[in-house]
């Protein structure tokens, strides 16, 4: 059974950074793609990021292109999510996600089997 557990989220200022981590557990994790999406208060579950399952590529959202860098350690089955420049609207519950399917890169939240708990991400003014 697949199993994917976040952590590193918290409360930063806006302007600072925050590393997100992914562990996961359950299938052999070189073989699929990672996302993370994350979801607002009051919103819908949107899309920020996706590595490929040897993450020689990436695709970000536009409002975090540029701020946010997802990165995967196939070593240790950990999957990244590098957070700078943070802003009080990146404020959200942040999941990881597994693609449901190996060998395809993925972009949206339909084509994800897996999900993890969520972290918490809070960006002050």
């Known amino acids: 059974q697949v199993q994917l557990v976040e952590s590193g989220g918290g409360l930063v200022q806006a302007g600072g950074s925050l590393r997100l981590s992914c562990a996961a557990s359950?299938?052999?994790?070189?073989?699929?793609?990672m996302g993370w999406f994350r979801q607002a208060q009051g919103k819908e579950r949107e899309f920020v990021a996706a590595?490929?399952?040897?993450?020689?590529?990436?695709y970000y959202a536009d409002s975090v292109k540029g701020r946010f860098t997802i990165s995967r350690d196939n070593a240790k089955n950990t999957v990244y999510l590098q957070m700078n420049s943070l802003k009080p609207e990146d404020t959200a519950v942040y999941y990881c996600?597994?693609?449901?399917?190996?060998?395809?890169?993925?972009?949206?939240?339909?084509?994800?089997?897996?999900w993890g708990q969520g972290t918490q991400v809070t960006v002050s003014s």
């Open positions: 996600a597994e693609a449901e399917r190996p060998y395809t890169f993925r972009t949206t939240a339909e084509e994800y089997a897996y």
């Open positions: 359950g299938r052999a994790f070189s073989r699929y793609c």
């Open positions: 590595i490929s399952w040897t993450g020689a590529n990436t």
